[in-house]
């Protein structure tokens, strides 16, 4: 059977027993603590916890997987073996409080020996058998059936049943929920079939015998006070590797030859990859596998590298199309590492940069069929793989440049220094798992403590960097410390609100009152804190911005404090005194929003959100928020995004939201349980947000919704227009757009309105005329350069001749040293070249003055160079004198000093010892 069948073959198998087949869910995972969807159980998490109720009883799939960064991680390890992966699928059927223990493991048997004709003495189960202290009881149930099972077989079940406790057998979603045993199947992939053997190497470690299917059998839930109770409703979770299978299929030839070593990198999902490693490199895959990290055989290393280049391109390829784009933090930054990786394994088998773009079409070619998104998104894999190899490309020589100078001279089992490895990750992109493997290769550790602490000091910096205070804590005799009730979601352009001062909060710089409850929107996710007034005793307190503390209350900064007035401020505000705000505590007091400042602050942030729908539409559904600010008078938007957005996409992206704005659309706004939120590809939500039991959705015309906790128009009409303003680069792989709305949108507008009439009333001519207008006086410009050029070479011939002229004749070679005016280094160069074709052999040195700097070119015909009269060496004896430097080839060097008052002298001593020495 061929992969493509083992795959085809599980799913129609388990769909003749009424599963419903379902597609894989994304890498992306819905669960924001997981990096990766690592497994095939969790999309369908919130059916065993009850959260929601399956829309079938029972499903199978075969799930996209990515192991690698946090508690499942096998980077490492690929390419030194040949099972471990950092992509794979997982094959699993699934069972929703349907069919239970005995239908699980009689169709997994059927399945493995019938169908797919598994020798069955091969195949050996494990049962849950717990150890003192483990949860739960004995699985007699599971071990009946199996017994059953094997007896039916002829084989012994006290051979073939293996007992396992909590630690190999006891599967647990977390402390606390859904759990039960679990049967595992093991085969047997010695040459020879001998029972007694293949049973002592179940769950031993060894690749001779390994797992390829296990059975889950969720049936209670963990209490908070470690006890256990039987779930009401029971479910199954299978899953089996399927390049495992795959691979021992086609290794075994059949499941009938188990001679050769077994290697998942058989299966014929990897020979199109390996062919064209092989088209690439020149060399050949042979299968072999290193003993350890150090001292590897040629062809050992060559293998390495294709197993490497084979697992990546599968996992960079899944990732980009799943929106997983190379980033510099979260799961981003562990996609840019195995990429990385990838182009350094490439290097080691002489490739060049580009080469890891060639390996996009065999990935596509091999899985397009089953994960469509693939062939969808292959230009975008495309591309983003090309923008990190040239990235990466022009900085990896460098950095191992850098590793061999650093540790040139240190032995085996020395360790390579945390302030070289810190300097190869911050300066030259490596990440510091590609220094450990460097490293690995000669023996050596990597000192990671003092990596860790070289990190930790650039996180500090860049916290010292960042000038916004934070709030973490109330004075002493605070009386409140709850979070503040927010009530300001929707209100009246006048409305006002009675709250009861309930703490007054000092810092060294401001002055806060907290409310009983407060209509000021606190800054948060990128929206920036509600401006007002309190009306106290007939005297105006003016809020000039609002601050959310750790303990989510609402600290409302006083703006018009008496000696320290802001700018936020109104004019004609009266200072009030800190005794006044003391009284304040206890009592109620009127306060109102500064409607006009929320508004314009809720347009830009309705238009966010238009904007990031824009992007997705445009750019593709990669594109993911990573940062922004929502201010009265502009936007911020940072996304992930691998390449700068050509004006023509700007255009268009910035046409589709002024086209949603006109249609004034309904704005709405709802609370939604976070469980029904989950899994749902139509609303955005963000990996690392912690979101609570309940999330509120904006939602803009059912095209758009996101989860979000700020305020915004009531329809799209208010926003009025939204202009983008600029677009650039902020890290590898993040944008950033700036844009304005609203009034700022109308007074960008305008400006620009008045900067045309002012250009066009400059030149004489209307605004209608003035692209004709420019169009005469570039070509006029370009006429004019084209004759200052054309004088320019006329004068500088004219120069040359003239210093030719005055050339010196030392030793049979005429010399020339000369300070002369040149516009810039290449006219210099230029001029030099000149001068040295009317010598024909000789030597030229000619200096040039520019404000505090000065350029020096030197160049020498053959026959100087031959009399030992080199360029880069007479250079240098120039830049000391100078206080500069420079060098170059024997013909030819340039140089810049710091000296230009020296440049005269400089050149005469030069000329002086030549002749001298001549």
């Known amino acids: 059977m061929t992969s493509a069948e083992i795959r085809q073959s599980f799913l129609d198998f388990f769909a003749a027993r009424g599963h419903s087949i379902v597609p ?167 040459p020879d079939d001998d029972e007694t053997a293949g049973r002592a190497l179940v769950n031993a470690g060894s690749p001779r015998c390994i797992e390829i299917w296990n059975h889950v059998f969720i049936q209670f839930n963990a209490n908070a006070d470690g006890s256990f109770s039987p779930l009401a409703a029971k479910h199954v979770d299978t899953g ?70 084979a697992d990546h391109a599968r996992c960079i390829s899944c990732a980009v199309a799943d929106g997983i784009l190379p980033g510099s933090d979260g799961r981003n930054y562990v996609i840019r590492r195995i990429l990385r990786r990838c182009i350094l394994y490439g290097k080691k088998l002489g490739l060049e940069t580009g080469f890891f773009e060639q390996l996009i079409a065999p ?60 300097e190869l990750y911050d300066t030259y992109g490596f990440p510091l798992d590609m220094t450990q493997l460097l490293a690995a290769e000669r023996g050596m550790a990597v000192d990671t403590g003092e990596f860790d602490r070289q990190m930790e000091a650039q996180r500090t910096r860049a916290r010292a960097a960042q000038k916004k205070e934070v709030i973490v804590a109330a004075t002493e005799g605070s009386t ?80 018009n404090l008496a000696g320290r007035m802001l700018p936020e401020a109104p004019e004609g505000s009266v200072p009030v005194e800190p005794p006044f705000l003391k009284q304040l505590v206890g009592r109620r007091h009127e306060a109102g929003v500064n409607m006009n400042y929320r508004r314009a602050v809720q347009r830009h942030h309705t238009a966010t959100h238009l904007l990031h729908f824009a992007l997705r539409k445009v750019l593709g559904p990669h594109v993911r928020q990573a940062g922004s600010l929502n201010a009265p008078d502009r936007l911020r938007f940072d996304f992930s995004h691998f390449e700068a957005v050509a004006p023509e996409q700007l255009a268009e992206i910035e046409a589709i939201v002024n086209a949603r704005v006109l249609d004034n659309a309904e704005v709405q706004a709802y609370e939604l349980p976070y469980a029904e939120v989950m899994g749902r590809k139509d609303i955005l939500q963000f990996f690392g947000e912690k979101y609570g039991e309940t999330v509120r959705v904006v939602d803009i015309g059912g095209y758009s919704k996101e989860l979000c906790g700020g305020t915004h128009v009531a329809t799209t009409g208010e926003i009025g227009s939204v202009r983008i303003v600029t677009e650039s680069a902020i890290a590898a792989g993040t944008r950033r757009i700036e844009a304005v709305a609203g009034e700022a949108a109308l007074a960008a507008a305008d400006a620009d309105r008045a900067l045309l009439r002012e250009t066009a009333g400059r030149l004489g001519v209307t605004p209608a005329e003035l692209a004709t207008k420019l169009d005469q006086v570039v070509q006029k410009l370009e006429a004019l350069e084209k004759q200052a050029r054309a004088q320019a070479q006329r004068s500088a011939a004219s120069q040359a001749e003239e210093l030719a002229a ?25 001029l030099g070249a000149q001068v040295l074709a009317r010598l024909g052999e000789g030597v030229v040195v000619l200096g040039s003055a520019d404000g505090e700097k000065v350029s020096v070119a030197a160049l020498a015909s053959p026959a100087a160079i031959k009399k030992g009269h080199h360029a880069g060496t007479i250079m240098k004896s120039l830049m000391e004198r100078l206080g500069g430097r420079g060098g170059g080839k024997p013909d030819f060097a340039m140089g810049g000093g710091k000296n230009p008052a020296d440049l005269e002298a400089a050149l005469a001593e030069w000329k002086a010892s030549l002749t001298a020495t001549g």
């Not at 048997?109 to 202290?133: C, D, H, I, N, S």
């Not at 804190?529 to 409302?556: F, M, P, S």
């Not at 300070?819 to 160069?829: G, I, K, Q, T, W």
């Open 363 to 422: 990935v596509v070619d091999a899985l397009g069929a089953v994960f469509p998104e693939l062939v969808q998104q292959q230009e975008v894999i495309r591309r983003v793989i090309r923008s990190e190899e040239e990235s990466f490309g022009r900085t990896l020589e460098r950095g191992l440049q850098v590793f061999e100078k650093a540790t040139g001279g240190l032995g085996a089992g020395a360790s390579v220094p945390g302030a070289v490895a810190f």
């Open 24 to 190: 894989s869910s994304p890498l992306l995972p819905d669960a924001p603590n997981l990096l990766f969807t690592n497994a095939g159980m969790n999309q369908f998490v919130p059916y065993f916890l009850g959260d929601r109720e399956a829309p079938y009883p029972r499903a199978a799939d075969t799930q996209k997987c990515i192991r690698a960064g946090g508690k499942h991680n096998d980077l490492e390890d690929v390419g030194f073996d040949t099972y471990h992966h950092t992509f794979f699928e997982m094959l699993g059927n699934w069972s929703f409080g349907d069919y239970f223990k005995q239908e699980s493991l009689e169709w997994g048997w059927e399945l493995l020996t019938k169908v797919w004709g598994m020798p069955p003495k091969r195949l050996f189960a494990t049962v849950y058998q717990p150890a003192e202290g483990d949860p739960a009881e004995f699985d007699h149930e599971a071990a009946a059936i199996w017994a059953r099972l094997f007896k039916d077989a002829g084989l012994d079940p006290e051979v073939h049943l293996v007992m396992g406790n909590r630690k190999d057998n006891f599967w647990m979603m977390g402390d606390t929920g859904p759990c039960g045993p679990c049967s595992e199947i093991h085969f047997n992939l010695l």
């Open 240 to 309: 089996m590797g399927f390049e495992r299978v795959a691979g021992i299929a086609a290794g075994t030839k059949g499941f009938t030859d188990f001679t050769a070593e077994p290697s998942n990198y058989d299966a014929d999902a990897f020979a199109p990859l390996f062919a064209r490693v092989a088209e690439l490199s020149g060399k050949t895959y042979a299968g072999t596998v290193p003993t350890g990290r150090e001292d590897l055989a040629e062809q050992e290393r060559v293998d390495v590298a294709f197993r490497v280049l």
């Open 806 to 830: 005055a050339a010196s004749d030392c030793g049979g070679l005429k010399v020339v040293a000369a300070a002369v005016e040149a516009a810039d280094p290449n006219a210099l160069r230029t």
């Open 480 to 559: 409140r410390t709850a979070a503040t009730p927010f009530i300001g979601y929707n209100i009246g352009r006048s409305e006002s609100f009675e709250v009861e001062v309930t703490d007054l909060v000092e810092t060294a710089d401001a002055v806060y009152l907290v409310f009983d409850r407060s209509p000021f929107y606190a800054e948060m996710g990128g929206q920036v804190g509600d401006r007002g007034v309190l009306l106290a005793d007939g005297v105006a307190v003016q809020i000039g911005n609002t601050l959310r503390d750790k303990a989510g209350r609402h600290l409302h900064q006083v703006s």
